[in-house]
């Protein structure tokens, strides 16, 4: 099946009480990982690419990886996604390079600087069969280099989004209910919890719009501890509650962004491989187990979090 936008993906997903999830890739390990739990369990899948992972893997080496594995899972819709795009310059290259879905992240400007930016980000993307998300609220954490710190961040207002949405012509909103990028997103021995009030008050506002979540890593503790045991040091990372992000798929959240979960898996398994095999050096004996264990935790994703496993 050749790459689809999320039009389609997103209209079952709110109508289905479940959410897509968005995963980011930089290589050919990650894209396979996800690409086949995501066959074996008959999900859709939305792959995203972040202005980073041009930067490291090559724009062109990033959409040929994603077609690859849309040629090899023809049975499951794919979407490739841009990640918060930081400018118009940004999408208009990935709409013109095969992108069927960016975001355009202005969510650090004035509210009618973001809507000016995304406006025009939506009238060039829906010119060319693109989708668009946005963003409104500051989400804390750091992501791309920029580190926003839990003082600045703050919560989507409500009585902005109808006026935003309407002005943009937006086809997906981000907004900030509490999650957050990175490894480290709560203190340890604290007890998260998403502000689901903001989120119905925004579906109450917009009903029927897709909603989307950042900083949706939960933090698998397996893997923050195989770090910590095979001489990582990554002390105090806590993630988001799984229920919760469960609690929020079934509500108007039609899309979840998981990246650093991904990236403890892989680094963990490969600490671990080395730890064990300190003789080895060929890549493909330690890439090997690290994408079994990106597949598998991706698979718990579709089945225990999202709930899209069989919904392709
Ligand atoms: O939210 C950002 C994603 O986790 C991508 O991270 O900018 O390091 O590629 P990155
Ligand atoms: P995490 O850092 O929680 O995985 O969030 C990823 C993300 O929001 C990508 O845009
Ligand atoms: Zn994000």
Do not use: W
């Amino acid at each position: 099946m050749a790459l689809v936008t999320t039009t389609e993906m997103f209209k079952k997903a709110y109508n289905g009480g479940y959410a897509v999830g968005a995963f980011n890739v930089n290589n050919m390990e990650i894209v396979q990982a996800i690409t086949e739990a995501c066959r074996e369990e008959k999900a859709p899948v939305i792959l995203q690419v972040s202005k980073g992972a041009r930067a490291y893997a090559n724009h062109t080496y990033l959409v040929k990886l994603v077609e690859a594995a849309a040629i090899e899972c023809p049975e499951i819709p794919i979407a490739l996604h841009l990640d918060h795009g930081d400018s118009f310059e940004t999408c208009k290259s990935c709409i013109d390079g095969g992108f069927t879905s960016v975001m355009i992240d202005a969510s650090s400007k004035p509210f009618a600087e973001n809507i000016e930016i995304t406006r025009k980000v939506v009238e060039y993307a829906h010119d060319h069969g693109v989708v668009v998300e946005a963003e409104l609220g500051a989400l804390a954490g750091v992501e791309d280099e920029v580190s926003v710190e839990a003082d600045r961040a703050h919560y989507t207002r409500p009585e902005e989004v109808e006026e935003f949405v309407a002005k943009t012509g937006c086809d997906s909103l981000a907004i900030a209910i509490g999650t957050s990028h990175g490894a480290y997103k709560f203190k340890p021995g604290t007890n998260p919890q998403l502000r689901f009030d903001i989120l119905e008050e925004v579906v109450k506002k917009l009903p029927g719009f897709p909603i989307v979540l950042h900083g949706s890593s939960s933090v698998p503790q397996e893997y923050v501890e195989m770090v910590n045991t095979y001489g990582g040091k990554m002390p105090g990372a806590i993630g988001v509650p799984e229920e919760q992000l469960r609690h929020a798929a079934q509500l108007a959240v039609c899309k979840i962004n998981i990246d650093s979960d991904l990236r403890l898996a892989m680094t963990g398994t490969i600490r671990k491989f080395f730890a064990e095999h300190p003789d080895k050096f060929d890549p493909r004996e330690y890439l090997k187990p690290a994408r079994a264990n990106i597949k598998e935790l991706v698979r718990h994703k579709l089945v225990d979090v999202l709930g899209c496993a069989g919904k392709a």
